[in-house]
Structure formats: structure tokens, C-alpha cells
């Protein structure tokens, strides 16, 4: 039993040693595309203060489409990360429930213990055993099991209460997943936009580019005309 719940634990802390590697991965992620959205953000926001110009707005446009497209990302990423949460979550979750009920099953056995014993009071364990030394020896192994007892009381106590905590850290992490995907229809509505406006734009730019060319032409054929 002792190996079993050794290789068990063994197994469980690997697992979420990997669960908790991957994780900190996706926040390093996180992290070093929110510093690089601070500085697009200073760019952009230093845009909309020039004048309002075909260059300017171009380089706008794309500022804000690169934004839009690091944030799709960012939510991508804490999407993932909140999955891995919840998946160490699980993990934590089985691994409690089994040493939940591996502790209920040596309080089995201490309790069996305890009535294989007999609950004769101490002056009839007197006249049982032989002499004092005999008496006392299972005396004082009655008592350190009834420690035994209290102590793996305590701790299915406390293992009861992590699970539960567990389980509502779970559903916590699941809305939060929940939150997170509404956000990123919202970030990608944006991006479309963004893209949208960049691709109107150039429409008008090319309009008013070709038109400029006719008169050009138009110009230089009276001028011919005139010559």
C-alpha cells in the first residue's frame, strides 16, 4: 500500500509540475506581447494627433490592426492558460478524492484496530494481562492509536476542505474561459473592422488616384491641342 500511494504521489506532483512549466510559458507569452502593445498603443495614439493625411491614416489603420491582432492573441493565449489551470485543477481534484479515500481507509482499519482490542475498562485490561509491563504496553498501544485516529480525522478534514476549494476554483475557472471567448468574438469583430476601413480606404485612394490621372491626361492632350 505504502509503494502504491508513493507512486501515486510521484505521478500526481510530475503532472503538475508539467501543468505548472506550461503555464508559466503562457504568461511569459502574455506578458511580452502586452509590453509590445504598450508601445504600438504610444504609436497610435501619436497618430490621431497628426494631421489627418493619407500617410497618417494608413499607418493608423495598420496600428490599429496590429493591436486588435495581439489582443486576439493575448485571449488566445490566457485561453490556453486557463485550461491548463483547470486541467492541474482536475488533476488536484482526483489526487485529493484518492487520498480521501485511502485516509477513510486506514481510520477503517485503526477503528478495526481499536474493537479487536476490546473496550474493557483499565481494571479489568489489569486482571487480562499478566503483569504491569504487559499492561501498560497495550495501554499505551490503545492510546497511540487513538492518536493515530485523531490525527487522520484532522487530516481528511483538511483534504476535504482543499477539495472543495478546488472544485469552486474550477468552476470559477470555467466562466472565466467563458468571459474570455466573448471577448475574443468582440477582438475579432474589432480587427475586421479595422481591416474593413484600411480596405475602403485604399478603394478611395485608388478612386481619387486614377481620376487624377485622367485629368492629368486630359491637361496634357488640350495642351498638345493648343501646340
Known amino acids: 500500500l505504502l509503494g502504491f500511494l508513493l507512486f501515486h504521489f510521484t505521478i500526481k506532483d510530475i503532472k ?38 493619407l500617410e497618417n491614416q494608413m499607418a493608423l489603420l495598420d496600428g490599429e490592426i496590429k493591436f486588435a491582432e495581439m489582443e486576439i492573441k493575448q485571449t488566445e493565449i490566457k ?23 485511502k485516509q477513510k481507509e486506514f481510520l477503517a482499519s485503526l477503528f478495526r484496530e481499536i474493537y479487536n482490542s476490546g473496550s474493557d475498562d483499565l481494571l479489568s485490561n489489569l486482571l487480562k494481562n499478566n503483569n504491569l509491563s504487559d499492561f501498560l504496553t497495550n495501554y499505551y498501544s490503545l492510546e497511540s492509536v487513538e492518536g493515530k485516529i485523531s490525527s487522520s480525522v484532522i487530516s481528511l478534514k483538511n483534504s476535504k476542505e482543499k477539495l472543495e476549494w478546488s472544485r469552486k476554483e474550477e468552476i470559477s475557472k470555467k466562466a472565466e474561459i467563458d468571459t474570455l471567448k466573448i471577448g475574443l468574438v468582440q477582438e475579432k469583430e474589432s480587427l475586421n473592422s479595422a481591416r474593413v476601413s ?8 485608388r478612386g481619387e488616384q486614377s481620376r487624377y490621372e485622367d ?7 488640350q495642351r498638345g491641342e493648343i501646340l
Open 79 to 101: 485561453l490556453e492558460q486557463v485550461s491548463l489551470e483547470i486541467e492541474k485543477l482536475n488533476t488536484e481534484i482526483r489526487g485529493k478524492g484518492q487520498d480521501i479515500t
Open 215 to 221: 485629368l492629368l491626361k486630359r491637361v496634357e492632350a
Open 198 to 205: 484600411k480596405k475602403n480606404l485604399l478603394t478611395v485612394t
Open 16 to 53: 503538475i509540475d508539467e501543468l505548472d512549466s506550461k503555464i508559466s510559458d503562457q504568461q511569459k507569452q502574455w506578458q511580452v506581447l502586452e509590453d509590445q502593445k504598450k508601445e504600438l498603443d504610444s504609436f497610435v495614439k501619436e497618430k490621431r494627433t497628426v494631421a489627418a493625411n
